[in-house]
C-alpha cells in the first residue's frame, strides 16, 4: 500500500519569503501521480499543484512550484514570495496512474504553514 | 459552477442518535467520494462511487456507516447510530471521468456527537 509522509508537522515564514514543505512517499508503482492541496481555515480543500510521474520537468504554477525527486521518492512544494493568504494546512497526495485503479488519493497528515506580517 | 455542494455545514447530536450528510456533486461528474478527516487519523477515504455504483466501500469504519447515491446528482452517508468517536469533519468530492480529471472537494460538515 502506498503511504505518504509529511515530517513537519508546522511551519512558519516571514511574508515575502520563500518556505518549502517536505513530503517522501512510497510506492512500488512507476506510473503516478502527485498534488499539493492547501486547506485554509475555511476548510475547503483546493488543488495547488500536480505533478505526474513520467515527467521529468518540475511543476509550476505562479508562486508555486515543486522538487520531484523519482528516486529518492520526494515531492516538495516551494513557496516563493510567501503572502499571508498562503496560510493555510497543506496536503501532498498521491494517486496511482495505473489503469483500473480505483481513482483513490492517499494523503499526507499535512503541514500547518503560518505566514508571519 | 456551483462546485460540490454539502450540507449541513455544521451538526451538533447526541450520542446515539441517526447523522445524515449530504452531497451534491458538480454536474457531469462521474466519480463521488467520501473522506473523513480528523486530527488523529488525517483524511480517510470512506466510500467512492462511480455512475452511482458504490465501488469500494473499504474504509467505511463499521456497519453504522451506509452511504447511498441514488442519483448521479445526490448522495447521502448515514451514521446510525452516532458515537462521540465518530466526531469529524466529512467531505464529499467530485471529479469526472478523465484519468487525469482533477479532484474537486467540497466545504465539508463538521460533526460533533456529543
Known amino acids: 500500500a502506498q503511504t505518504v509522509t509529511q515530517s513537519q508537522p508546522e511551519m512558519s515564514v516571514q511574508e515575502a519569503e520563500t518556505v518549502t514543505l517536505s513530503c517522501t512517499y512510497d510506492t512500488s508503482e512507476s506510473d503516478y501521480y502527485l498534488f499539493w492541496y492547501k486547506q485554509p481555515p475555511s476548510r475547503q480543500m483546493i488543488l495547488v499543484i500536480r505533478?505526474?510521474?513520467?515527467?521529468?520537468q518540475n511543476a509550476t504554477e505562479n508562486r508555486f512550484s515543486v522538487n520531484f525527486q523519482k528516486a529518492a521518492k520526494s515531492f516538495s512544494l516551494k513557496i516563493s514570495d510567501s503572502q499571508l493568504g498562503d496560510a493555510a494546512m497543506y496536503f501532498c497526495a498521491y494517486r496511482s496512474a495505473k489503469r483500473g485503479s480505483n481513482y483513490k488519493l492517499t494523503f499526507g497528515k499535512g503541514t500547518l504553514l503560518t505566514v508571519n506580517p | 459552477d456551483a462546485g460540490v455542494i454539502q450540507s449541513p455545514r455544521h451538526e451538533v447530536t447526541e450520542m446515539g442518535q441517526e447523522v445524515t450528510l449530504r452531497c451534491k456533486p458538480i454536474?457531469?461528474?462521474?466519480?463521488l467520494f467520501w473522506y473523513r478527516q480528523t486530527m488523529m487519523r488525517g483524511l480517510e477515504l470512506l466510500i467512492y462511487f462511480n455512475n452511482n455504483v458504490p465501488i469500494d466501500d473499504s474504509g467505511m469504519p463499521e456497519d453504522r456507516f451506509s452511504a447511498k447515491m441514488p442519483n448521479a446528482s445526490f448522495s447521502t452517508l448515514k451514521i446510525q447510530p452516532s458515537e462521540p468517536r465518530d466526531s469529524a469533519v466529512y467531505f464529499c468530492?467530485?471529479?469526472?471521468?478523465?484519468?487525469?480529471?482533477?479532484?474537486?472537494f467540497g466545504e465539508g460538515s463538521r460533526l460533533t456527537v456529543l
Open positions: 468530492a467530485s471529479r469526472t471521468g478523465s484519468f487525469t480529471g482533477e479532484l474537486f
Open positions: 454536474s457531469g461528474h462521474d466519480y
Open positions: 505533478q505526474e510521474a513520467y515527467k521529468q
